[in-house]
C-alpha cells in the first residue's frame, strides 16, 4: 500500500489547519486589544483625570534686607528687595543675618488668595521644590507643595480652603514634616538637628522609618540619625485669645482715644474681628479727620509671674494696610500698629517696653524709635527680644497687661496669633 505521509492531499490539510489556527490567533488578539481599548481607553482617561496638575503660582516675597535667588540649573544668583516671580521648580531662597523673606504660594498670579507662606528667618536656606494643583476638578486629590530646608528657621502657614485641601511638606536633613491647610508650623535646622513646633493645627514629624503626631503647643526635636522624640509640651503662651477665634469681650477690653478739646465731634477709630481668608484678626480703623492724635487698642490684663521662667518673648502677626501720619509721627510714638507690655521689674519698679510697625517712611529729621518698617499688605512675623535675658531691659518679676493698638491720625491695620511665650 502506498505512503500516503507526504501526499499533496495531507499537506494542504496541514496547511489549512495551520492558517485556521494562526487565524483563531489573530481574532483572539484583536478581540483581547478590543478589550484593552474598551476597558483601559476609560481607565487611562479617569487615570489623568485623577493624576494630572498644573502648576501654582508662587513668588518670593522680601520682608527685610536683600534675599539671594539660585536656580538649580544655573550658579547665577538673584538678589531681590521686593518681589520675584518663581517660574521654576527648584529655586533656592538664601537669608543671611539682616534679611527675612517669604515663599508664597497664590491660587493665582494676581495673587488673590493666599494658599501657604514660608517664611525663612535670618540665615537660612530654603528651597522651594514645587507647588502643583490638579487640572480637572474631578480629581480627589489634594494640592502639594513642598519645601527643603537646609539651615535656619522657617515657619509655615497653611490657609484654610474650602474646596480642595493643601498638603504640605517640609523636607529636612533629619525630618520629613507633613501639614495641611489650617496648620501653623515652626521648624528650626541645625547641623545637629531638627526641632519641629505646632502653634496651631498639627503635624507629622517622620524620620528613620518612624513618626509622631504632634497637636497645637507641642514641639518634637530629631537628632542626627535618630527617629523624633516623643511629643514634649511646648512653650506657655501668657495671652488668651490672641488668635481671636474667640469673641472680644471677656478677653480683651476695647479703648478708644482722641486728643482734642470737643471729642464729641471726633471720629473715633474701631476695633473689629474679621475674617482675612486664612485667619482671624484684629481690624483696627480710623477714617475721620486729619491732624488729630487717636488711639485705638485691645487691652488684657496679664498679672502673672514670670520669675521661674527662663524665657518670655512677644510673637504676633502683623499686616499694615494704610497711614495718613508717615513714619512713627515726629516724636517716634504714633505708629499704625504698636505693641506695649506692662512688667512689675524684681526691685518692684513699673516698667513698659513698647515696639512699633510702620510702612511709610518717616519725614525728614523724624526720628525712629522703638519701631520698624515692614512692607504693607503682608504678613510679618514679629519676635521680640528675650525680656528675661536682656542686657538693657530690668529683668521683669510680673508681667502686669499688654496692650495692642493704633496710633496717630487715620490708619488701617490688622494684628493676630498674638503670643507671650514663657519657657
Same mark, same amino acid.
Given at each position: 500500500?502506498?505512503?500516503?505521509?507526504?501526499?499533496?492531499?495531507?499537506?494542504?490539510?496541514?496547511?489549512?489547519?495551520?492558517?485556521?489556527?494562526?487565524?483563531?490567533?489573530?481574532?483572539?488578539? #484583536?478581540?483581547?486589544?478590543?478589550?484593552?481599548?474598551?476597558?483601559?481607553?476609560?481607565?487611562?482617561?479617569?487615570?489623568?483625570?485623577?493624576?494630572?496638575?498644573?502648576?501654582?503660582? #508662587?513668588?518670593?516675597?522680601?520682608?527685610?534686607?536683600?534675599? +539671594?535667588?539660585?536656580? +538649580?540649573?544655573?550658579?547665577?544668583?538673584?538678589?531681590?528687595?521686593?518681589?520675584?516671580?518663581?517660574?521654576?521648580?527648584?529655586?533656592?531662597?538664601?537669608?543671611?543675618?539682616?534679611?527675612?523673606?517669604? /515663599?508664597?504660594?497664590?491660587?493665582?498670579?494676581?495673587?488673590?488668595?493666599?494658599?501657604?507662606?514660608?517664611?525663612?528667618?535670618?540665615?537660612?536656606?530654603?528651597?522651594?521644590?514645587?507647588?502643583?494643583?490638579?487640572?480637572?476638578?474631578?480629581?480627589?486629590?489634594?494640592?502639594?507643595?513642598?519645601?527643603? +530646608?537646609?539651615?535656619?528657621?522657617?515657619?509655615?502657614?497653611?490657609?484654610?480652603?474650602?474646596?480642595?485641601?493643601?498638603?504640605?511638606?517640609?523636607?529636612?536633613?533629619?525630618?520629613?514634616?507633613?501639614?495641611?491647610?489650617? =496648620?501653623?508650623?515652626?521648624?528650626?535646622?541645625?547641623?545637629?538637628?531638627?526641632?519641629?513646633?505646632?502653634?496651631?493645627?498639627?503635624?507629622?514629624?517622620?524620620?528613620?522609618?518612624?513618626?509622631?503626631?504632634?497637636?497645637?503647643?507641642?514641639?518634637?526635636?530629631?537628632?542626627?540619625?535618630?527617629?523624633?522624640?516623643?511629643?514634649?509640651?511646648?512653650?506657655?503662651? +501668657?495671652?488668651?485669645?490672641?488668635?481671636?477665634?474667640?469673641?472680644?469681650?471677656?478677653?480683651?477690653?476695647?479703648?478708644?482715644?482722641?486728643?482734642?478739646?470737643?471729642?464729641?465731634?471726633?471720629? $473715633?477709630?474701631?476695633?473689629?474681628?474679621?475674617?482675612?481668608?486664612?485667619?482671624?484678626?484684629? $481690624?483696627?480703623?480710623?477714617?475721620?479727620? =486729619?491732624?488729630?492724635?487717636?488711639?485705638?487698642?485691645?487691652?488684657?490684663?496679664?498679672?502673672?509671674?514670670?520669675?521661674?521662667?527662663?524665657?518670655?518673648?512677644?510673637?504676633?502677626?502683623?499686616?499694615?494696610?494704610?497711614?495718613?501720619?508717615?513714619?512713627?509721627?515726629?516724636?517716634?510714638?504714633?505708629?499704625?500698629?504698636?505693641?506695649?507690655? =506692662?512688667?512689675?521689674?524684681? =526691685?518692684?519698679?513699673?516698667?513698659?517696653?513698647?515696639?512699633?510697625?510702620?510702612?511709610?517712611?518717616?519725614?525728614?529729621?523724624?526720628? /525712629?524709635?522703638?519701631?520698624?518698617?515692614?512692607? #504693607?499688605?503682608?504678613?510679618?512675623?514679629?519676635?521680640?527680644?528675650?525680656?528675661?535675658?536682656?542686657?538693657?531691659?530690668?529683668?521683669?518679676?510680673?508681667?502686669?497687661?499688654?496692650?495692642?493698638?493704633?496710633?496717630?491720625?487715620?490708619?488701617?491695620?490688622?494684628?493676630?496669633?498674638?503670643?507671650?511665650?514663657?519657657?
Amino acid at each position: 500500500m502506498a505512503d500516503l505521509a507526504g501526499s499533496p492531499s495531507t499537506d494542504t490539510a496541514r496547511s489549512y489547519e495551520a492558517v485556521g489556527r494562526q487565524a483563531w490567533i489573530i481574532l483572539w488578539a #484583536a478581540f483581547a486589544v478590543f478589550l484593552v481599548i474598551v476597558i483601559g481607553t476609560p481607565l487611562l482617561i479617569r487615570w489623568y483625570v485623577q493624576n494630572a496638575t498644573v502648576p501654582r503660582f #508662587a513668588r518670593v516675597e522680601v520682608i527685610r534686607g536683600t534675599a +539671594l535667588v539660585t536656580t +538649580l540649573d544655573s550658579e547665577a544668583i538673584t538678589a531681590v528687595v521686593d518681589t520675584l516671580p518663581i517660574t521654576r521648580d527648584g529655586i533656592l531662597l538664601r537669608t543671611d543675618d539682616t534679611a527675612r523673606a517669604n /515663599i508664597s504660594v497664590y491660587d493665582n498670579e494676581k495673587a488673590t488668595v493666599n494658599l501657604v507662606t514660608a517664611q525663612l528667618r535670618n540665615n537660612g536656606e530654603l528651597r522651594f521644590l514645587r507647588a502643583r494643583t490638579p487640572r480637572f476638578r474631578r480629581s480627589t486629590l489634594p494640592e502639594l507643595v513642598e519645601f527643603q +530646608l537646609g539651615i535656619g528657621r522657617v515657619r509655615v502657614t497653611g490657609n484654610s480652603r474650602v474646596d480642595r485641601p493643601v498638603q504640605i511638606v517640609v523636607r529636612t536633613p533629619h525630618a520629613h514634616v507633613s501639614l495641611r491647610d489650617g =496648620d501653623d508650623v515652626a521648624i528650626a535646622v541645625t547641623n545637629e538637628n531638627t526641632e519641629v513646633s505646632v502653634r496651631n493645627g498639627a503635624a507629622r514629624v517622620e524620620a528613620q522609618g518612624q513618626s509622631v503626631f504632634l497637636s497645637g503647643g507641642q514641639r518634637t526635636a530629631v537628632p542626627l540619625g535618630r527617629p523624633p522624640s516623643v511629643p514634649m509640651a511646648g512653650p506657655v503662651n +501668657l495671652v488668651v485669645n490672641g488668635d481671636f477665634t474667640a469673641p472680644l469681650e471677656g478677653t480683651w477690653k476695647v479703648e478708644a482715644l482722641v486728643d482734642a478739646r470737643d471729642p464729641t465731634a471726633v471720629t $473715633y477709630g474701631t476695633v473689629t474681628v474679621v475674617e482675612t481668608g486664612e485667619r482671624k484678626a484684629a $481690624y483696627f480703623e480710623r477714617d475721620g479727620e =486729619d491732624g488729630i492724635h487717636t488711639e485705638t487698642a485691645i487691652v488684657q490684663e496679664i498679672n502673672a509671674d514670670v520669675l521661674d521662667y527662663d524665657s518670655l518673648i512677644l510673637r504676633l502677626d502683623v499686616r499694615l494696610i494704610s497711614q495718613s501720619l508717615p513714619g512713627g509721627g515726629q516724636q517716634s510714638s504714633e505708629f499704625p500698629l504698636m505693641a506695649r507690655i =506692662d512688667f512689675i521689674d524684681v =526691685d518692684g519698679n513699673p516698667q513698659f517696653w513698647t515696639w512699633g510697625f510702620y510702612a511709610v517712611d518717616p519725614i525728614a529729621n523724624w526720628p /525712629i524709635r522703638d519701631g520698624e518698617k515692614i512692607p #504693607a499688605f503682608l504678613w510679618y512675623d514679629y519676635e521680640s527680644p528675650d525680656f528675661l535675658n536682656s542686657p538693657t531691659f530690668p529683668r521683669p518679676q510680673k508681667v502686669t497687661r499688654i496692650r495692642i493698638y493704633a496710633s496717630g491720625h487715620n490708619y488701617r491695620s490688622m494684628v493676630t496669633g498674638i503670643g507671650l511665650i514663657a519657657q
